[in-house]
């Protein structure tokens, strides 16, 4: 079993659409979680960090169950410039700050 | 402020040579660290220094491979005797705390 795992996708939607992606994880003992987006395989940038209370940056909000070892990505009104593969990330069990990357999901945004 | 800053940007090497990667931090930061993505695969992590210091190398390949974060100057990640699967995009982050962010990767292709 993948220590993140994530439905590769594509997602097709159109502008204007909300749109979910989900990840599981392996490890009960890690820590810290994040999603990353990344540009046809440029670097991936921090999107944002996921805590337990779930939190909101604009038209993305991300939720974590630890009991169920599941993280989520809501996107709402999505926009052409959404398009990405996004990426779940959690800290290793360490905490020596490996992070472990899912495959991630990729979103085409179409007008 | 300057973000994580990575040279060359592309690579070519021969097989059998060897590449030498460049990557400096952040200003501020004091953790480095290393990940490599093979084509059409997610992002592995390699390799966490601080100054002078190997944190933790469980994702270093045992042989050919290897990192330094010398006092003065950028981090180095050195590939001795290359060959055609050390072909990917090798990423450089660098944290202050929790979040990882990345530079924009140096591509190396082997002949």
């Known amino acids: 079993r993948k220590e993140v795992e994530q439905d590769p996708g594509p997602f097709n939607v159109p502008e204007g659409a909300t749109v979910a992606f989900n990840c599981t994880y392996s490890?009960?003992?890690?820590?810290?979680f994040f999603w990353y987006r990344q540009d046809c395989r440029k670097e991936p940038k921090l999107l944002m960090s996921?805590?337990?209370s779930g939190n909101e940056d604009g038209r993305f909000t991300a939720q974590l169950n630890r009991a169920s070892q599941y993280i989520s990505l809501l996107i709402r009104d999505s926009k052409l410039s959404d398009s990405a593969t996004y990426l779940c990330?959690?800290?290793?069990?360490?905490?020596?700050?490996?992070?472990?990357f899912g495959q991630g999901t990729t979103l085409q945004v179409k007008p | 402020n300057a973000g994580v800053m990575q040279n060359p940007r592309h690579l070519v090497r021969r097989r059998g040579q060897e590449a030498r990667l460049r990557c400096s931090p952040m200003?501020?930061?004091?953790?480095v660290y290393w990940y490599r993505q093979l084509p059409e695969e997610g992002l592995k992590f390699m390799v966490y220094?601080?100054?002078?210091?190997?944190?933790?190398e469980s994702g270093m390949p045992k042989e050919r491979f290897s990192a330094e974060f010398p006092k003065e100057g950028p981090s180095i990640l050195r590939i001795q005797q290359v060959v055609r699967g050390d072909s990917a995009a090798y990423f450089c982050?660098?944290?202050?705390?929790?979040?990882?962010?990345f530079g924009p990767g140096t591509r190396l292709t082997v002949t």
């Open positions: 982050a660098s944290s202050w705390g929790a979040e990882q962010y």
């Open positions: 490890n009960s003992a890690s820590q810290s």
């Open positions: 996921v805590y337990s």
């Open positions: 990330v959690v800290y290793g069990s360490s905490n020596t700050g490996k992070l472990i």
């Open positions: 200003k501020g930061h004091s953790h």
């Open positions: 220094l601080q100054k002078e210091n190997i944190i933790d």
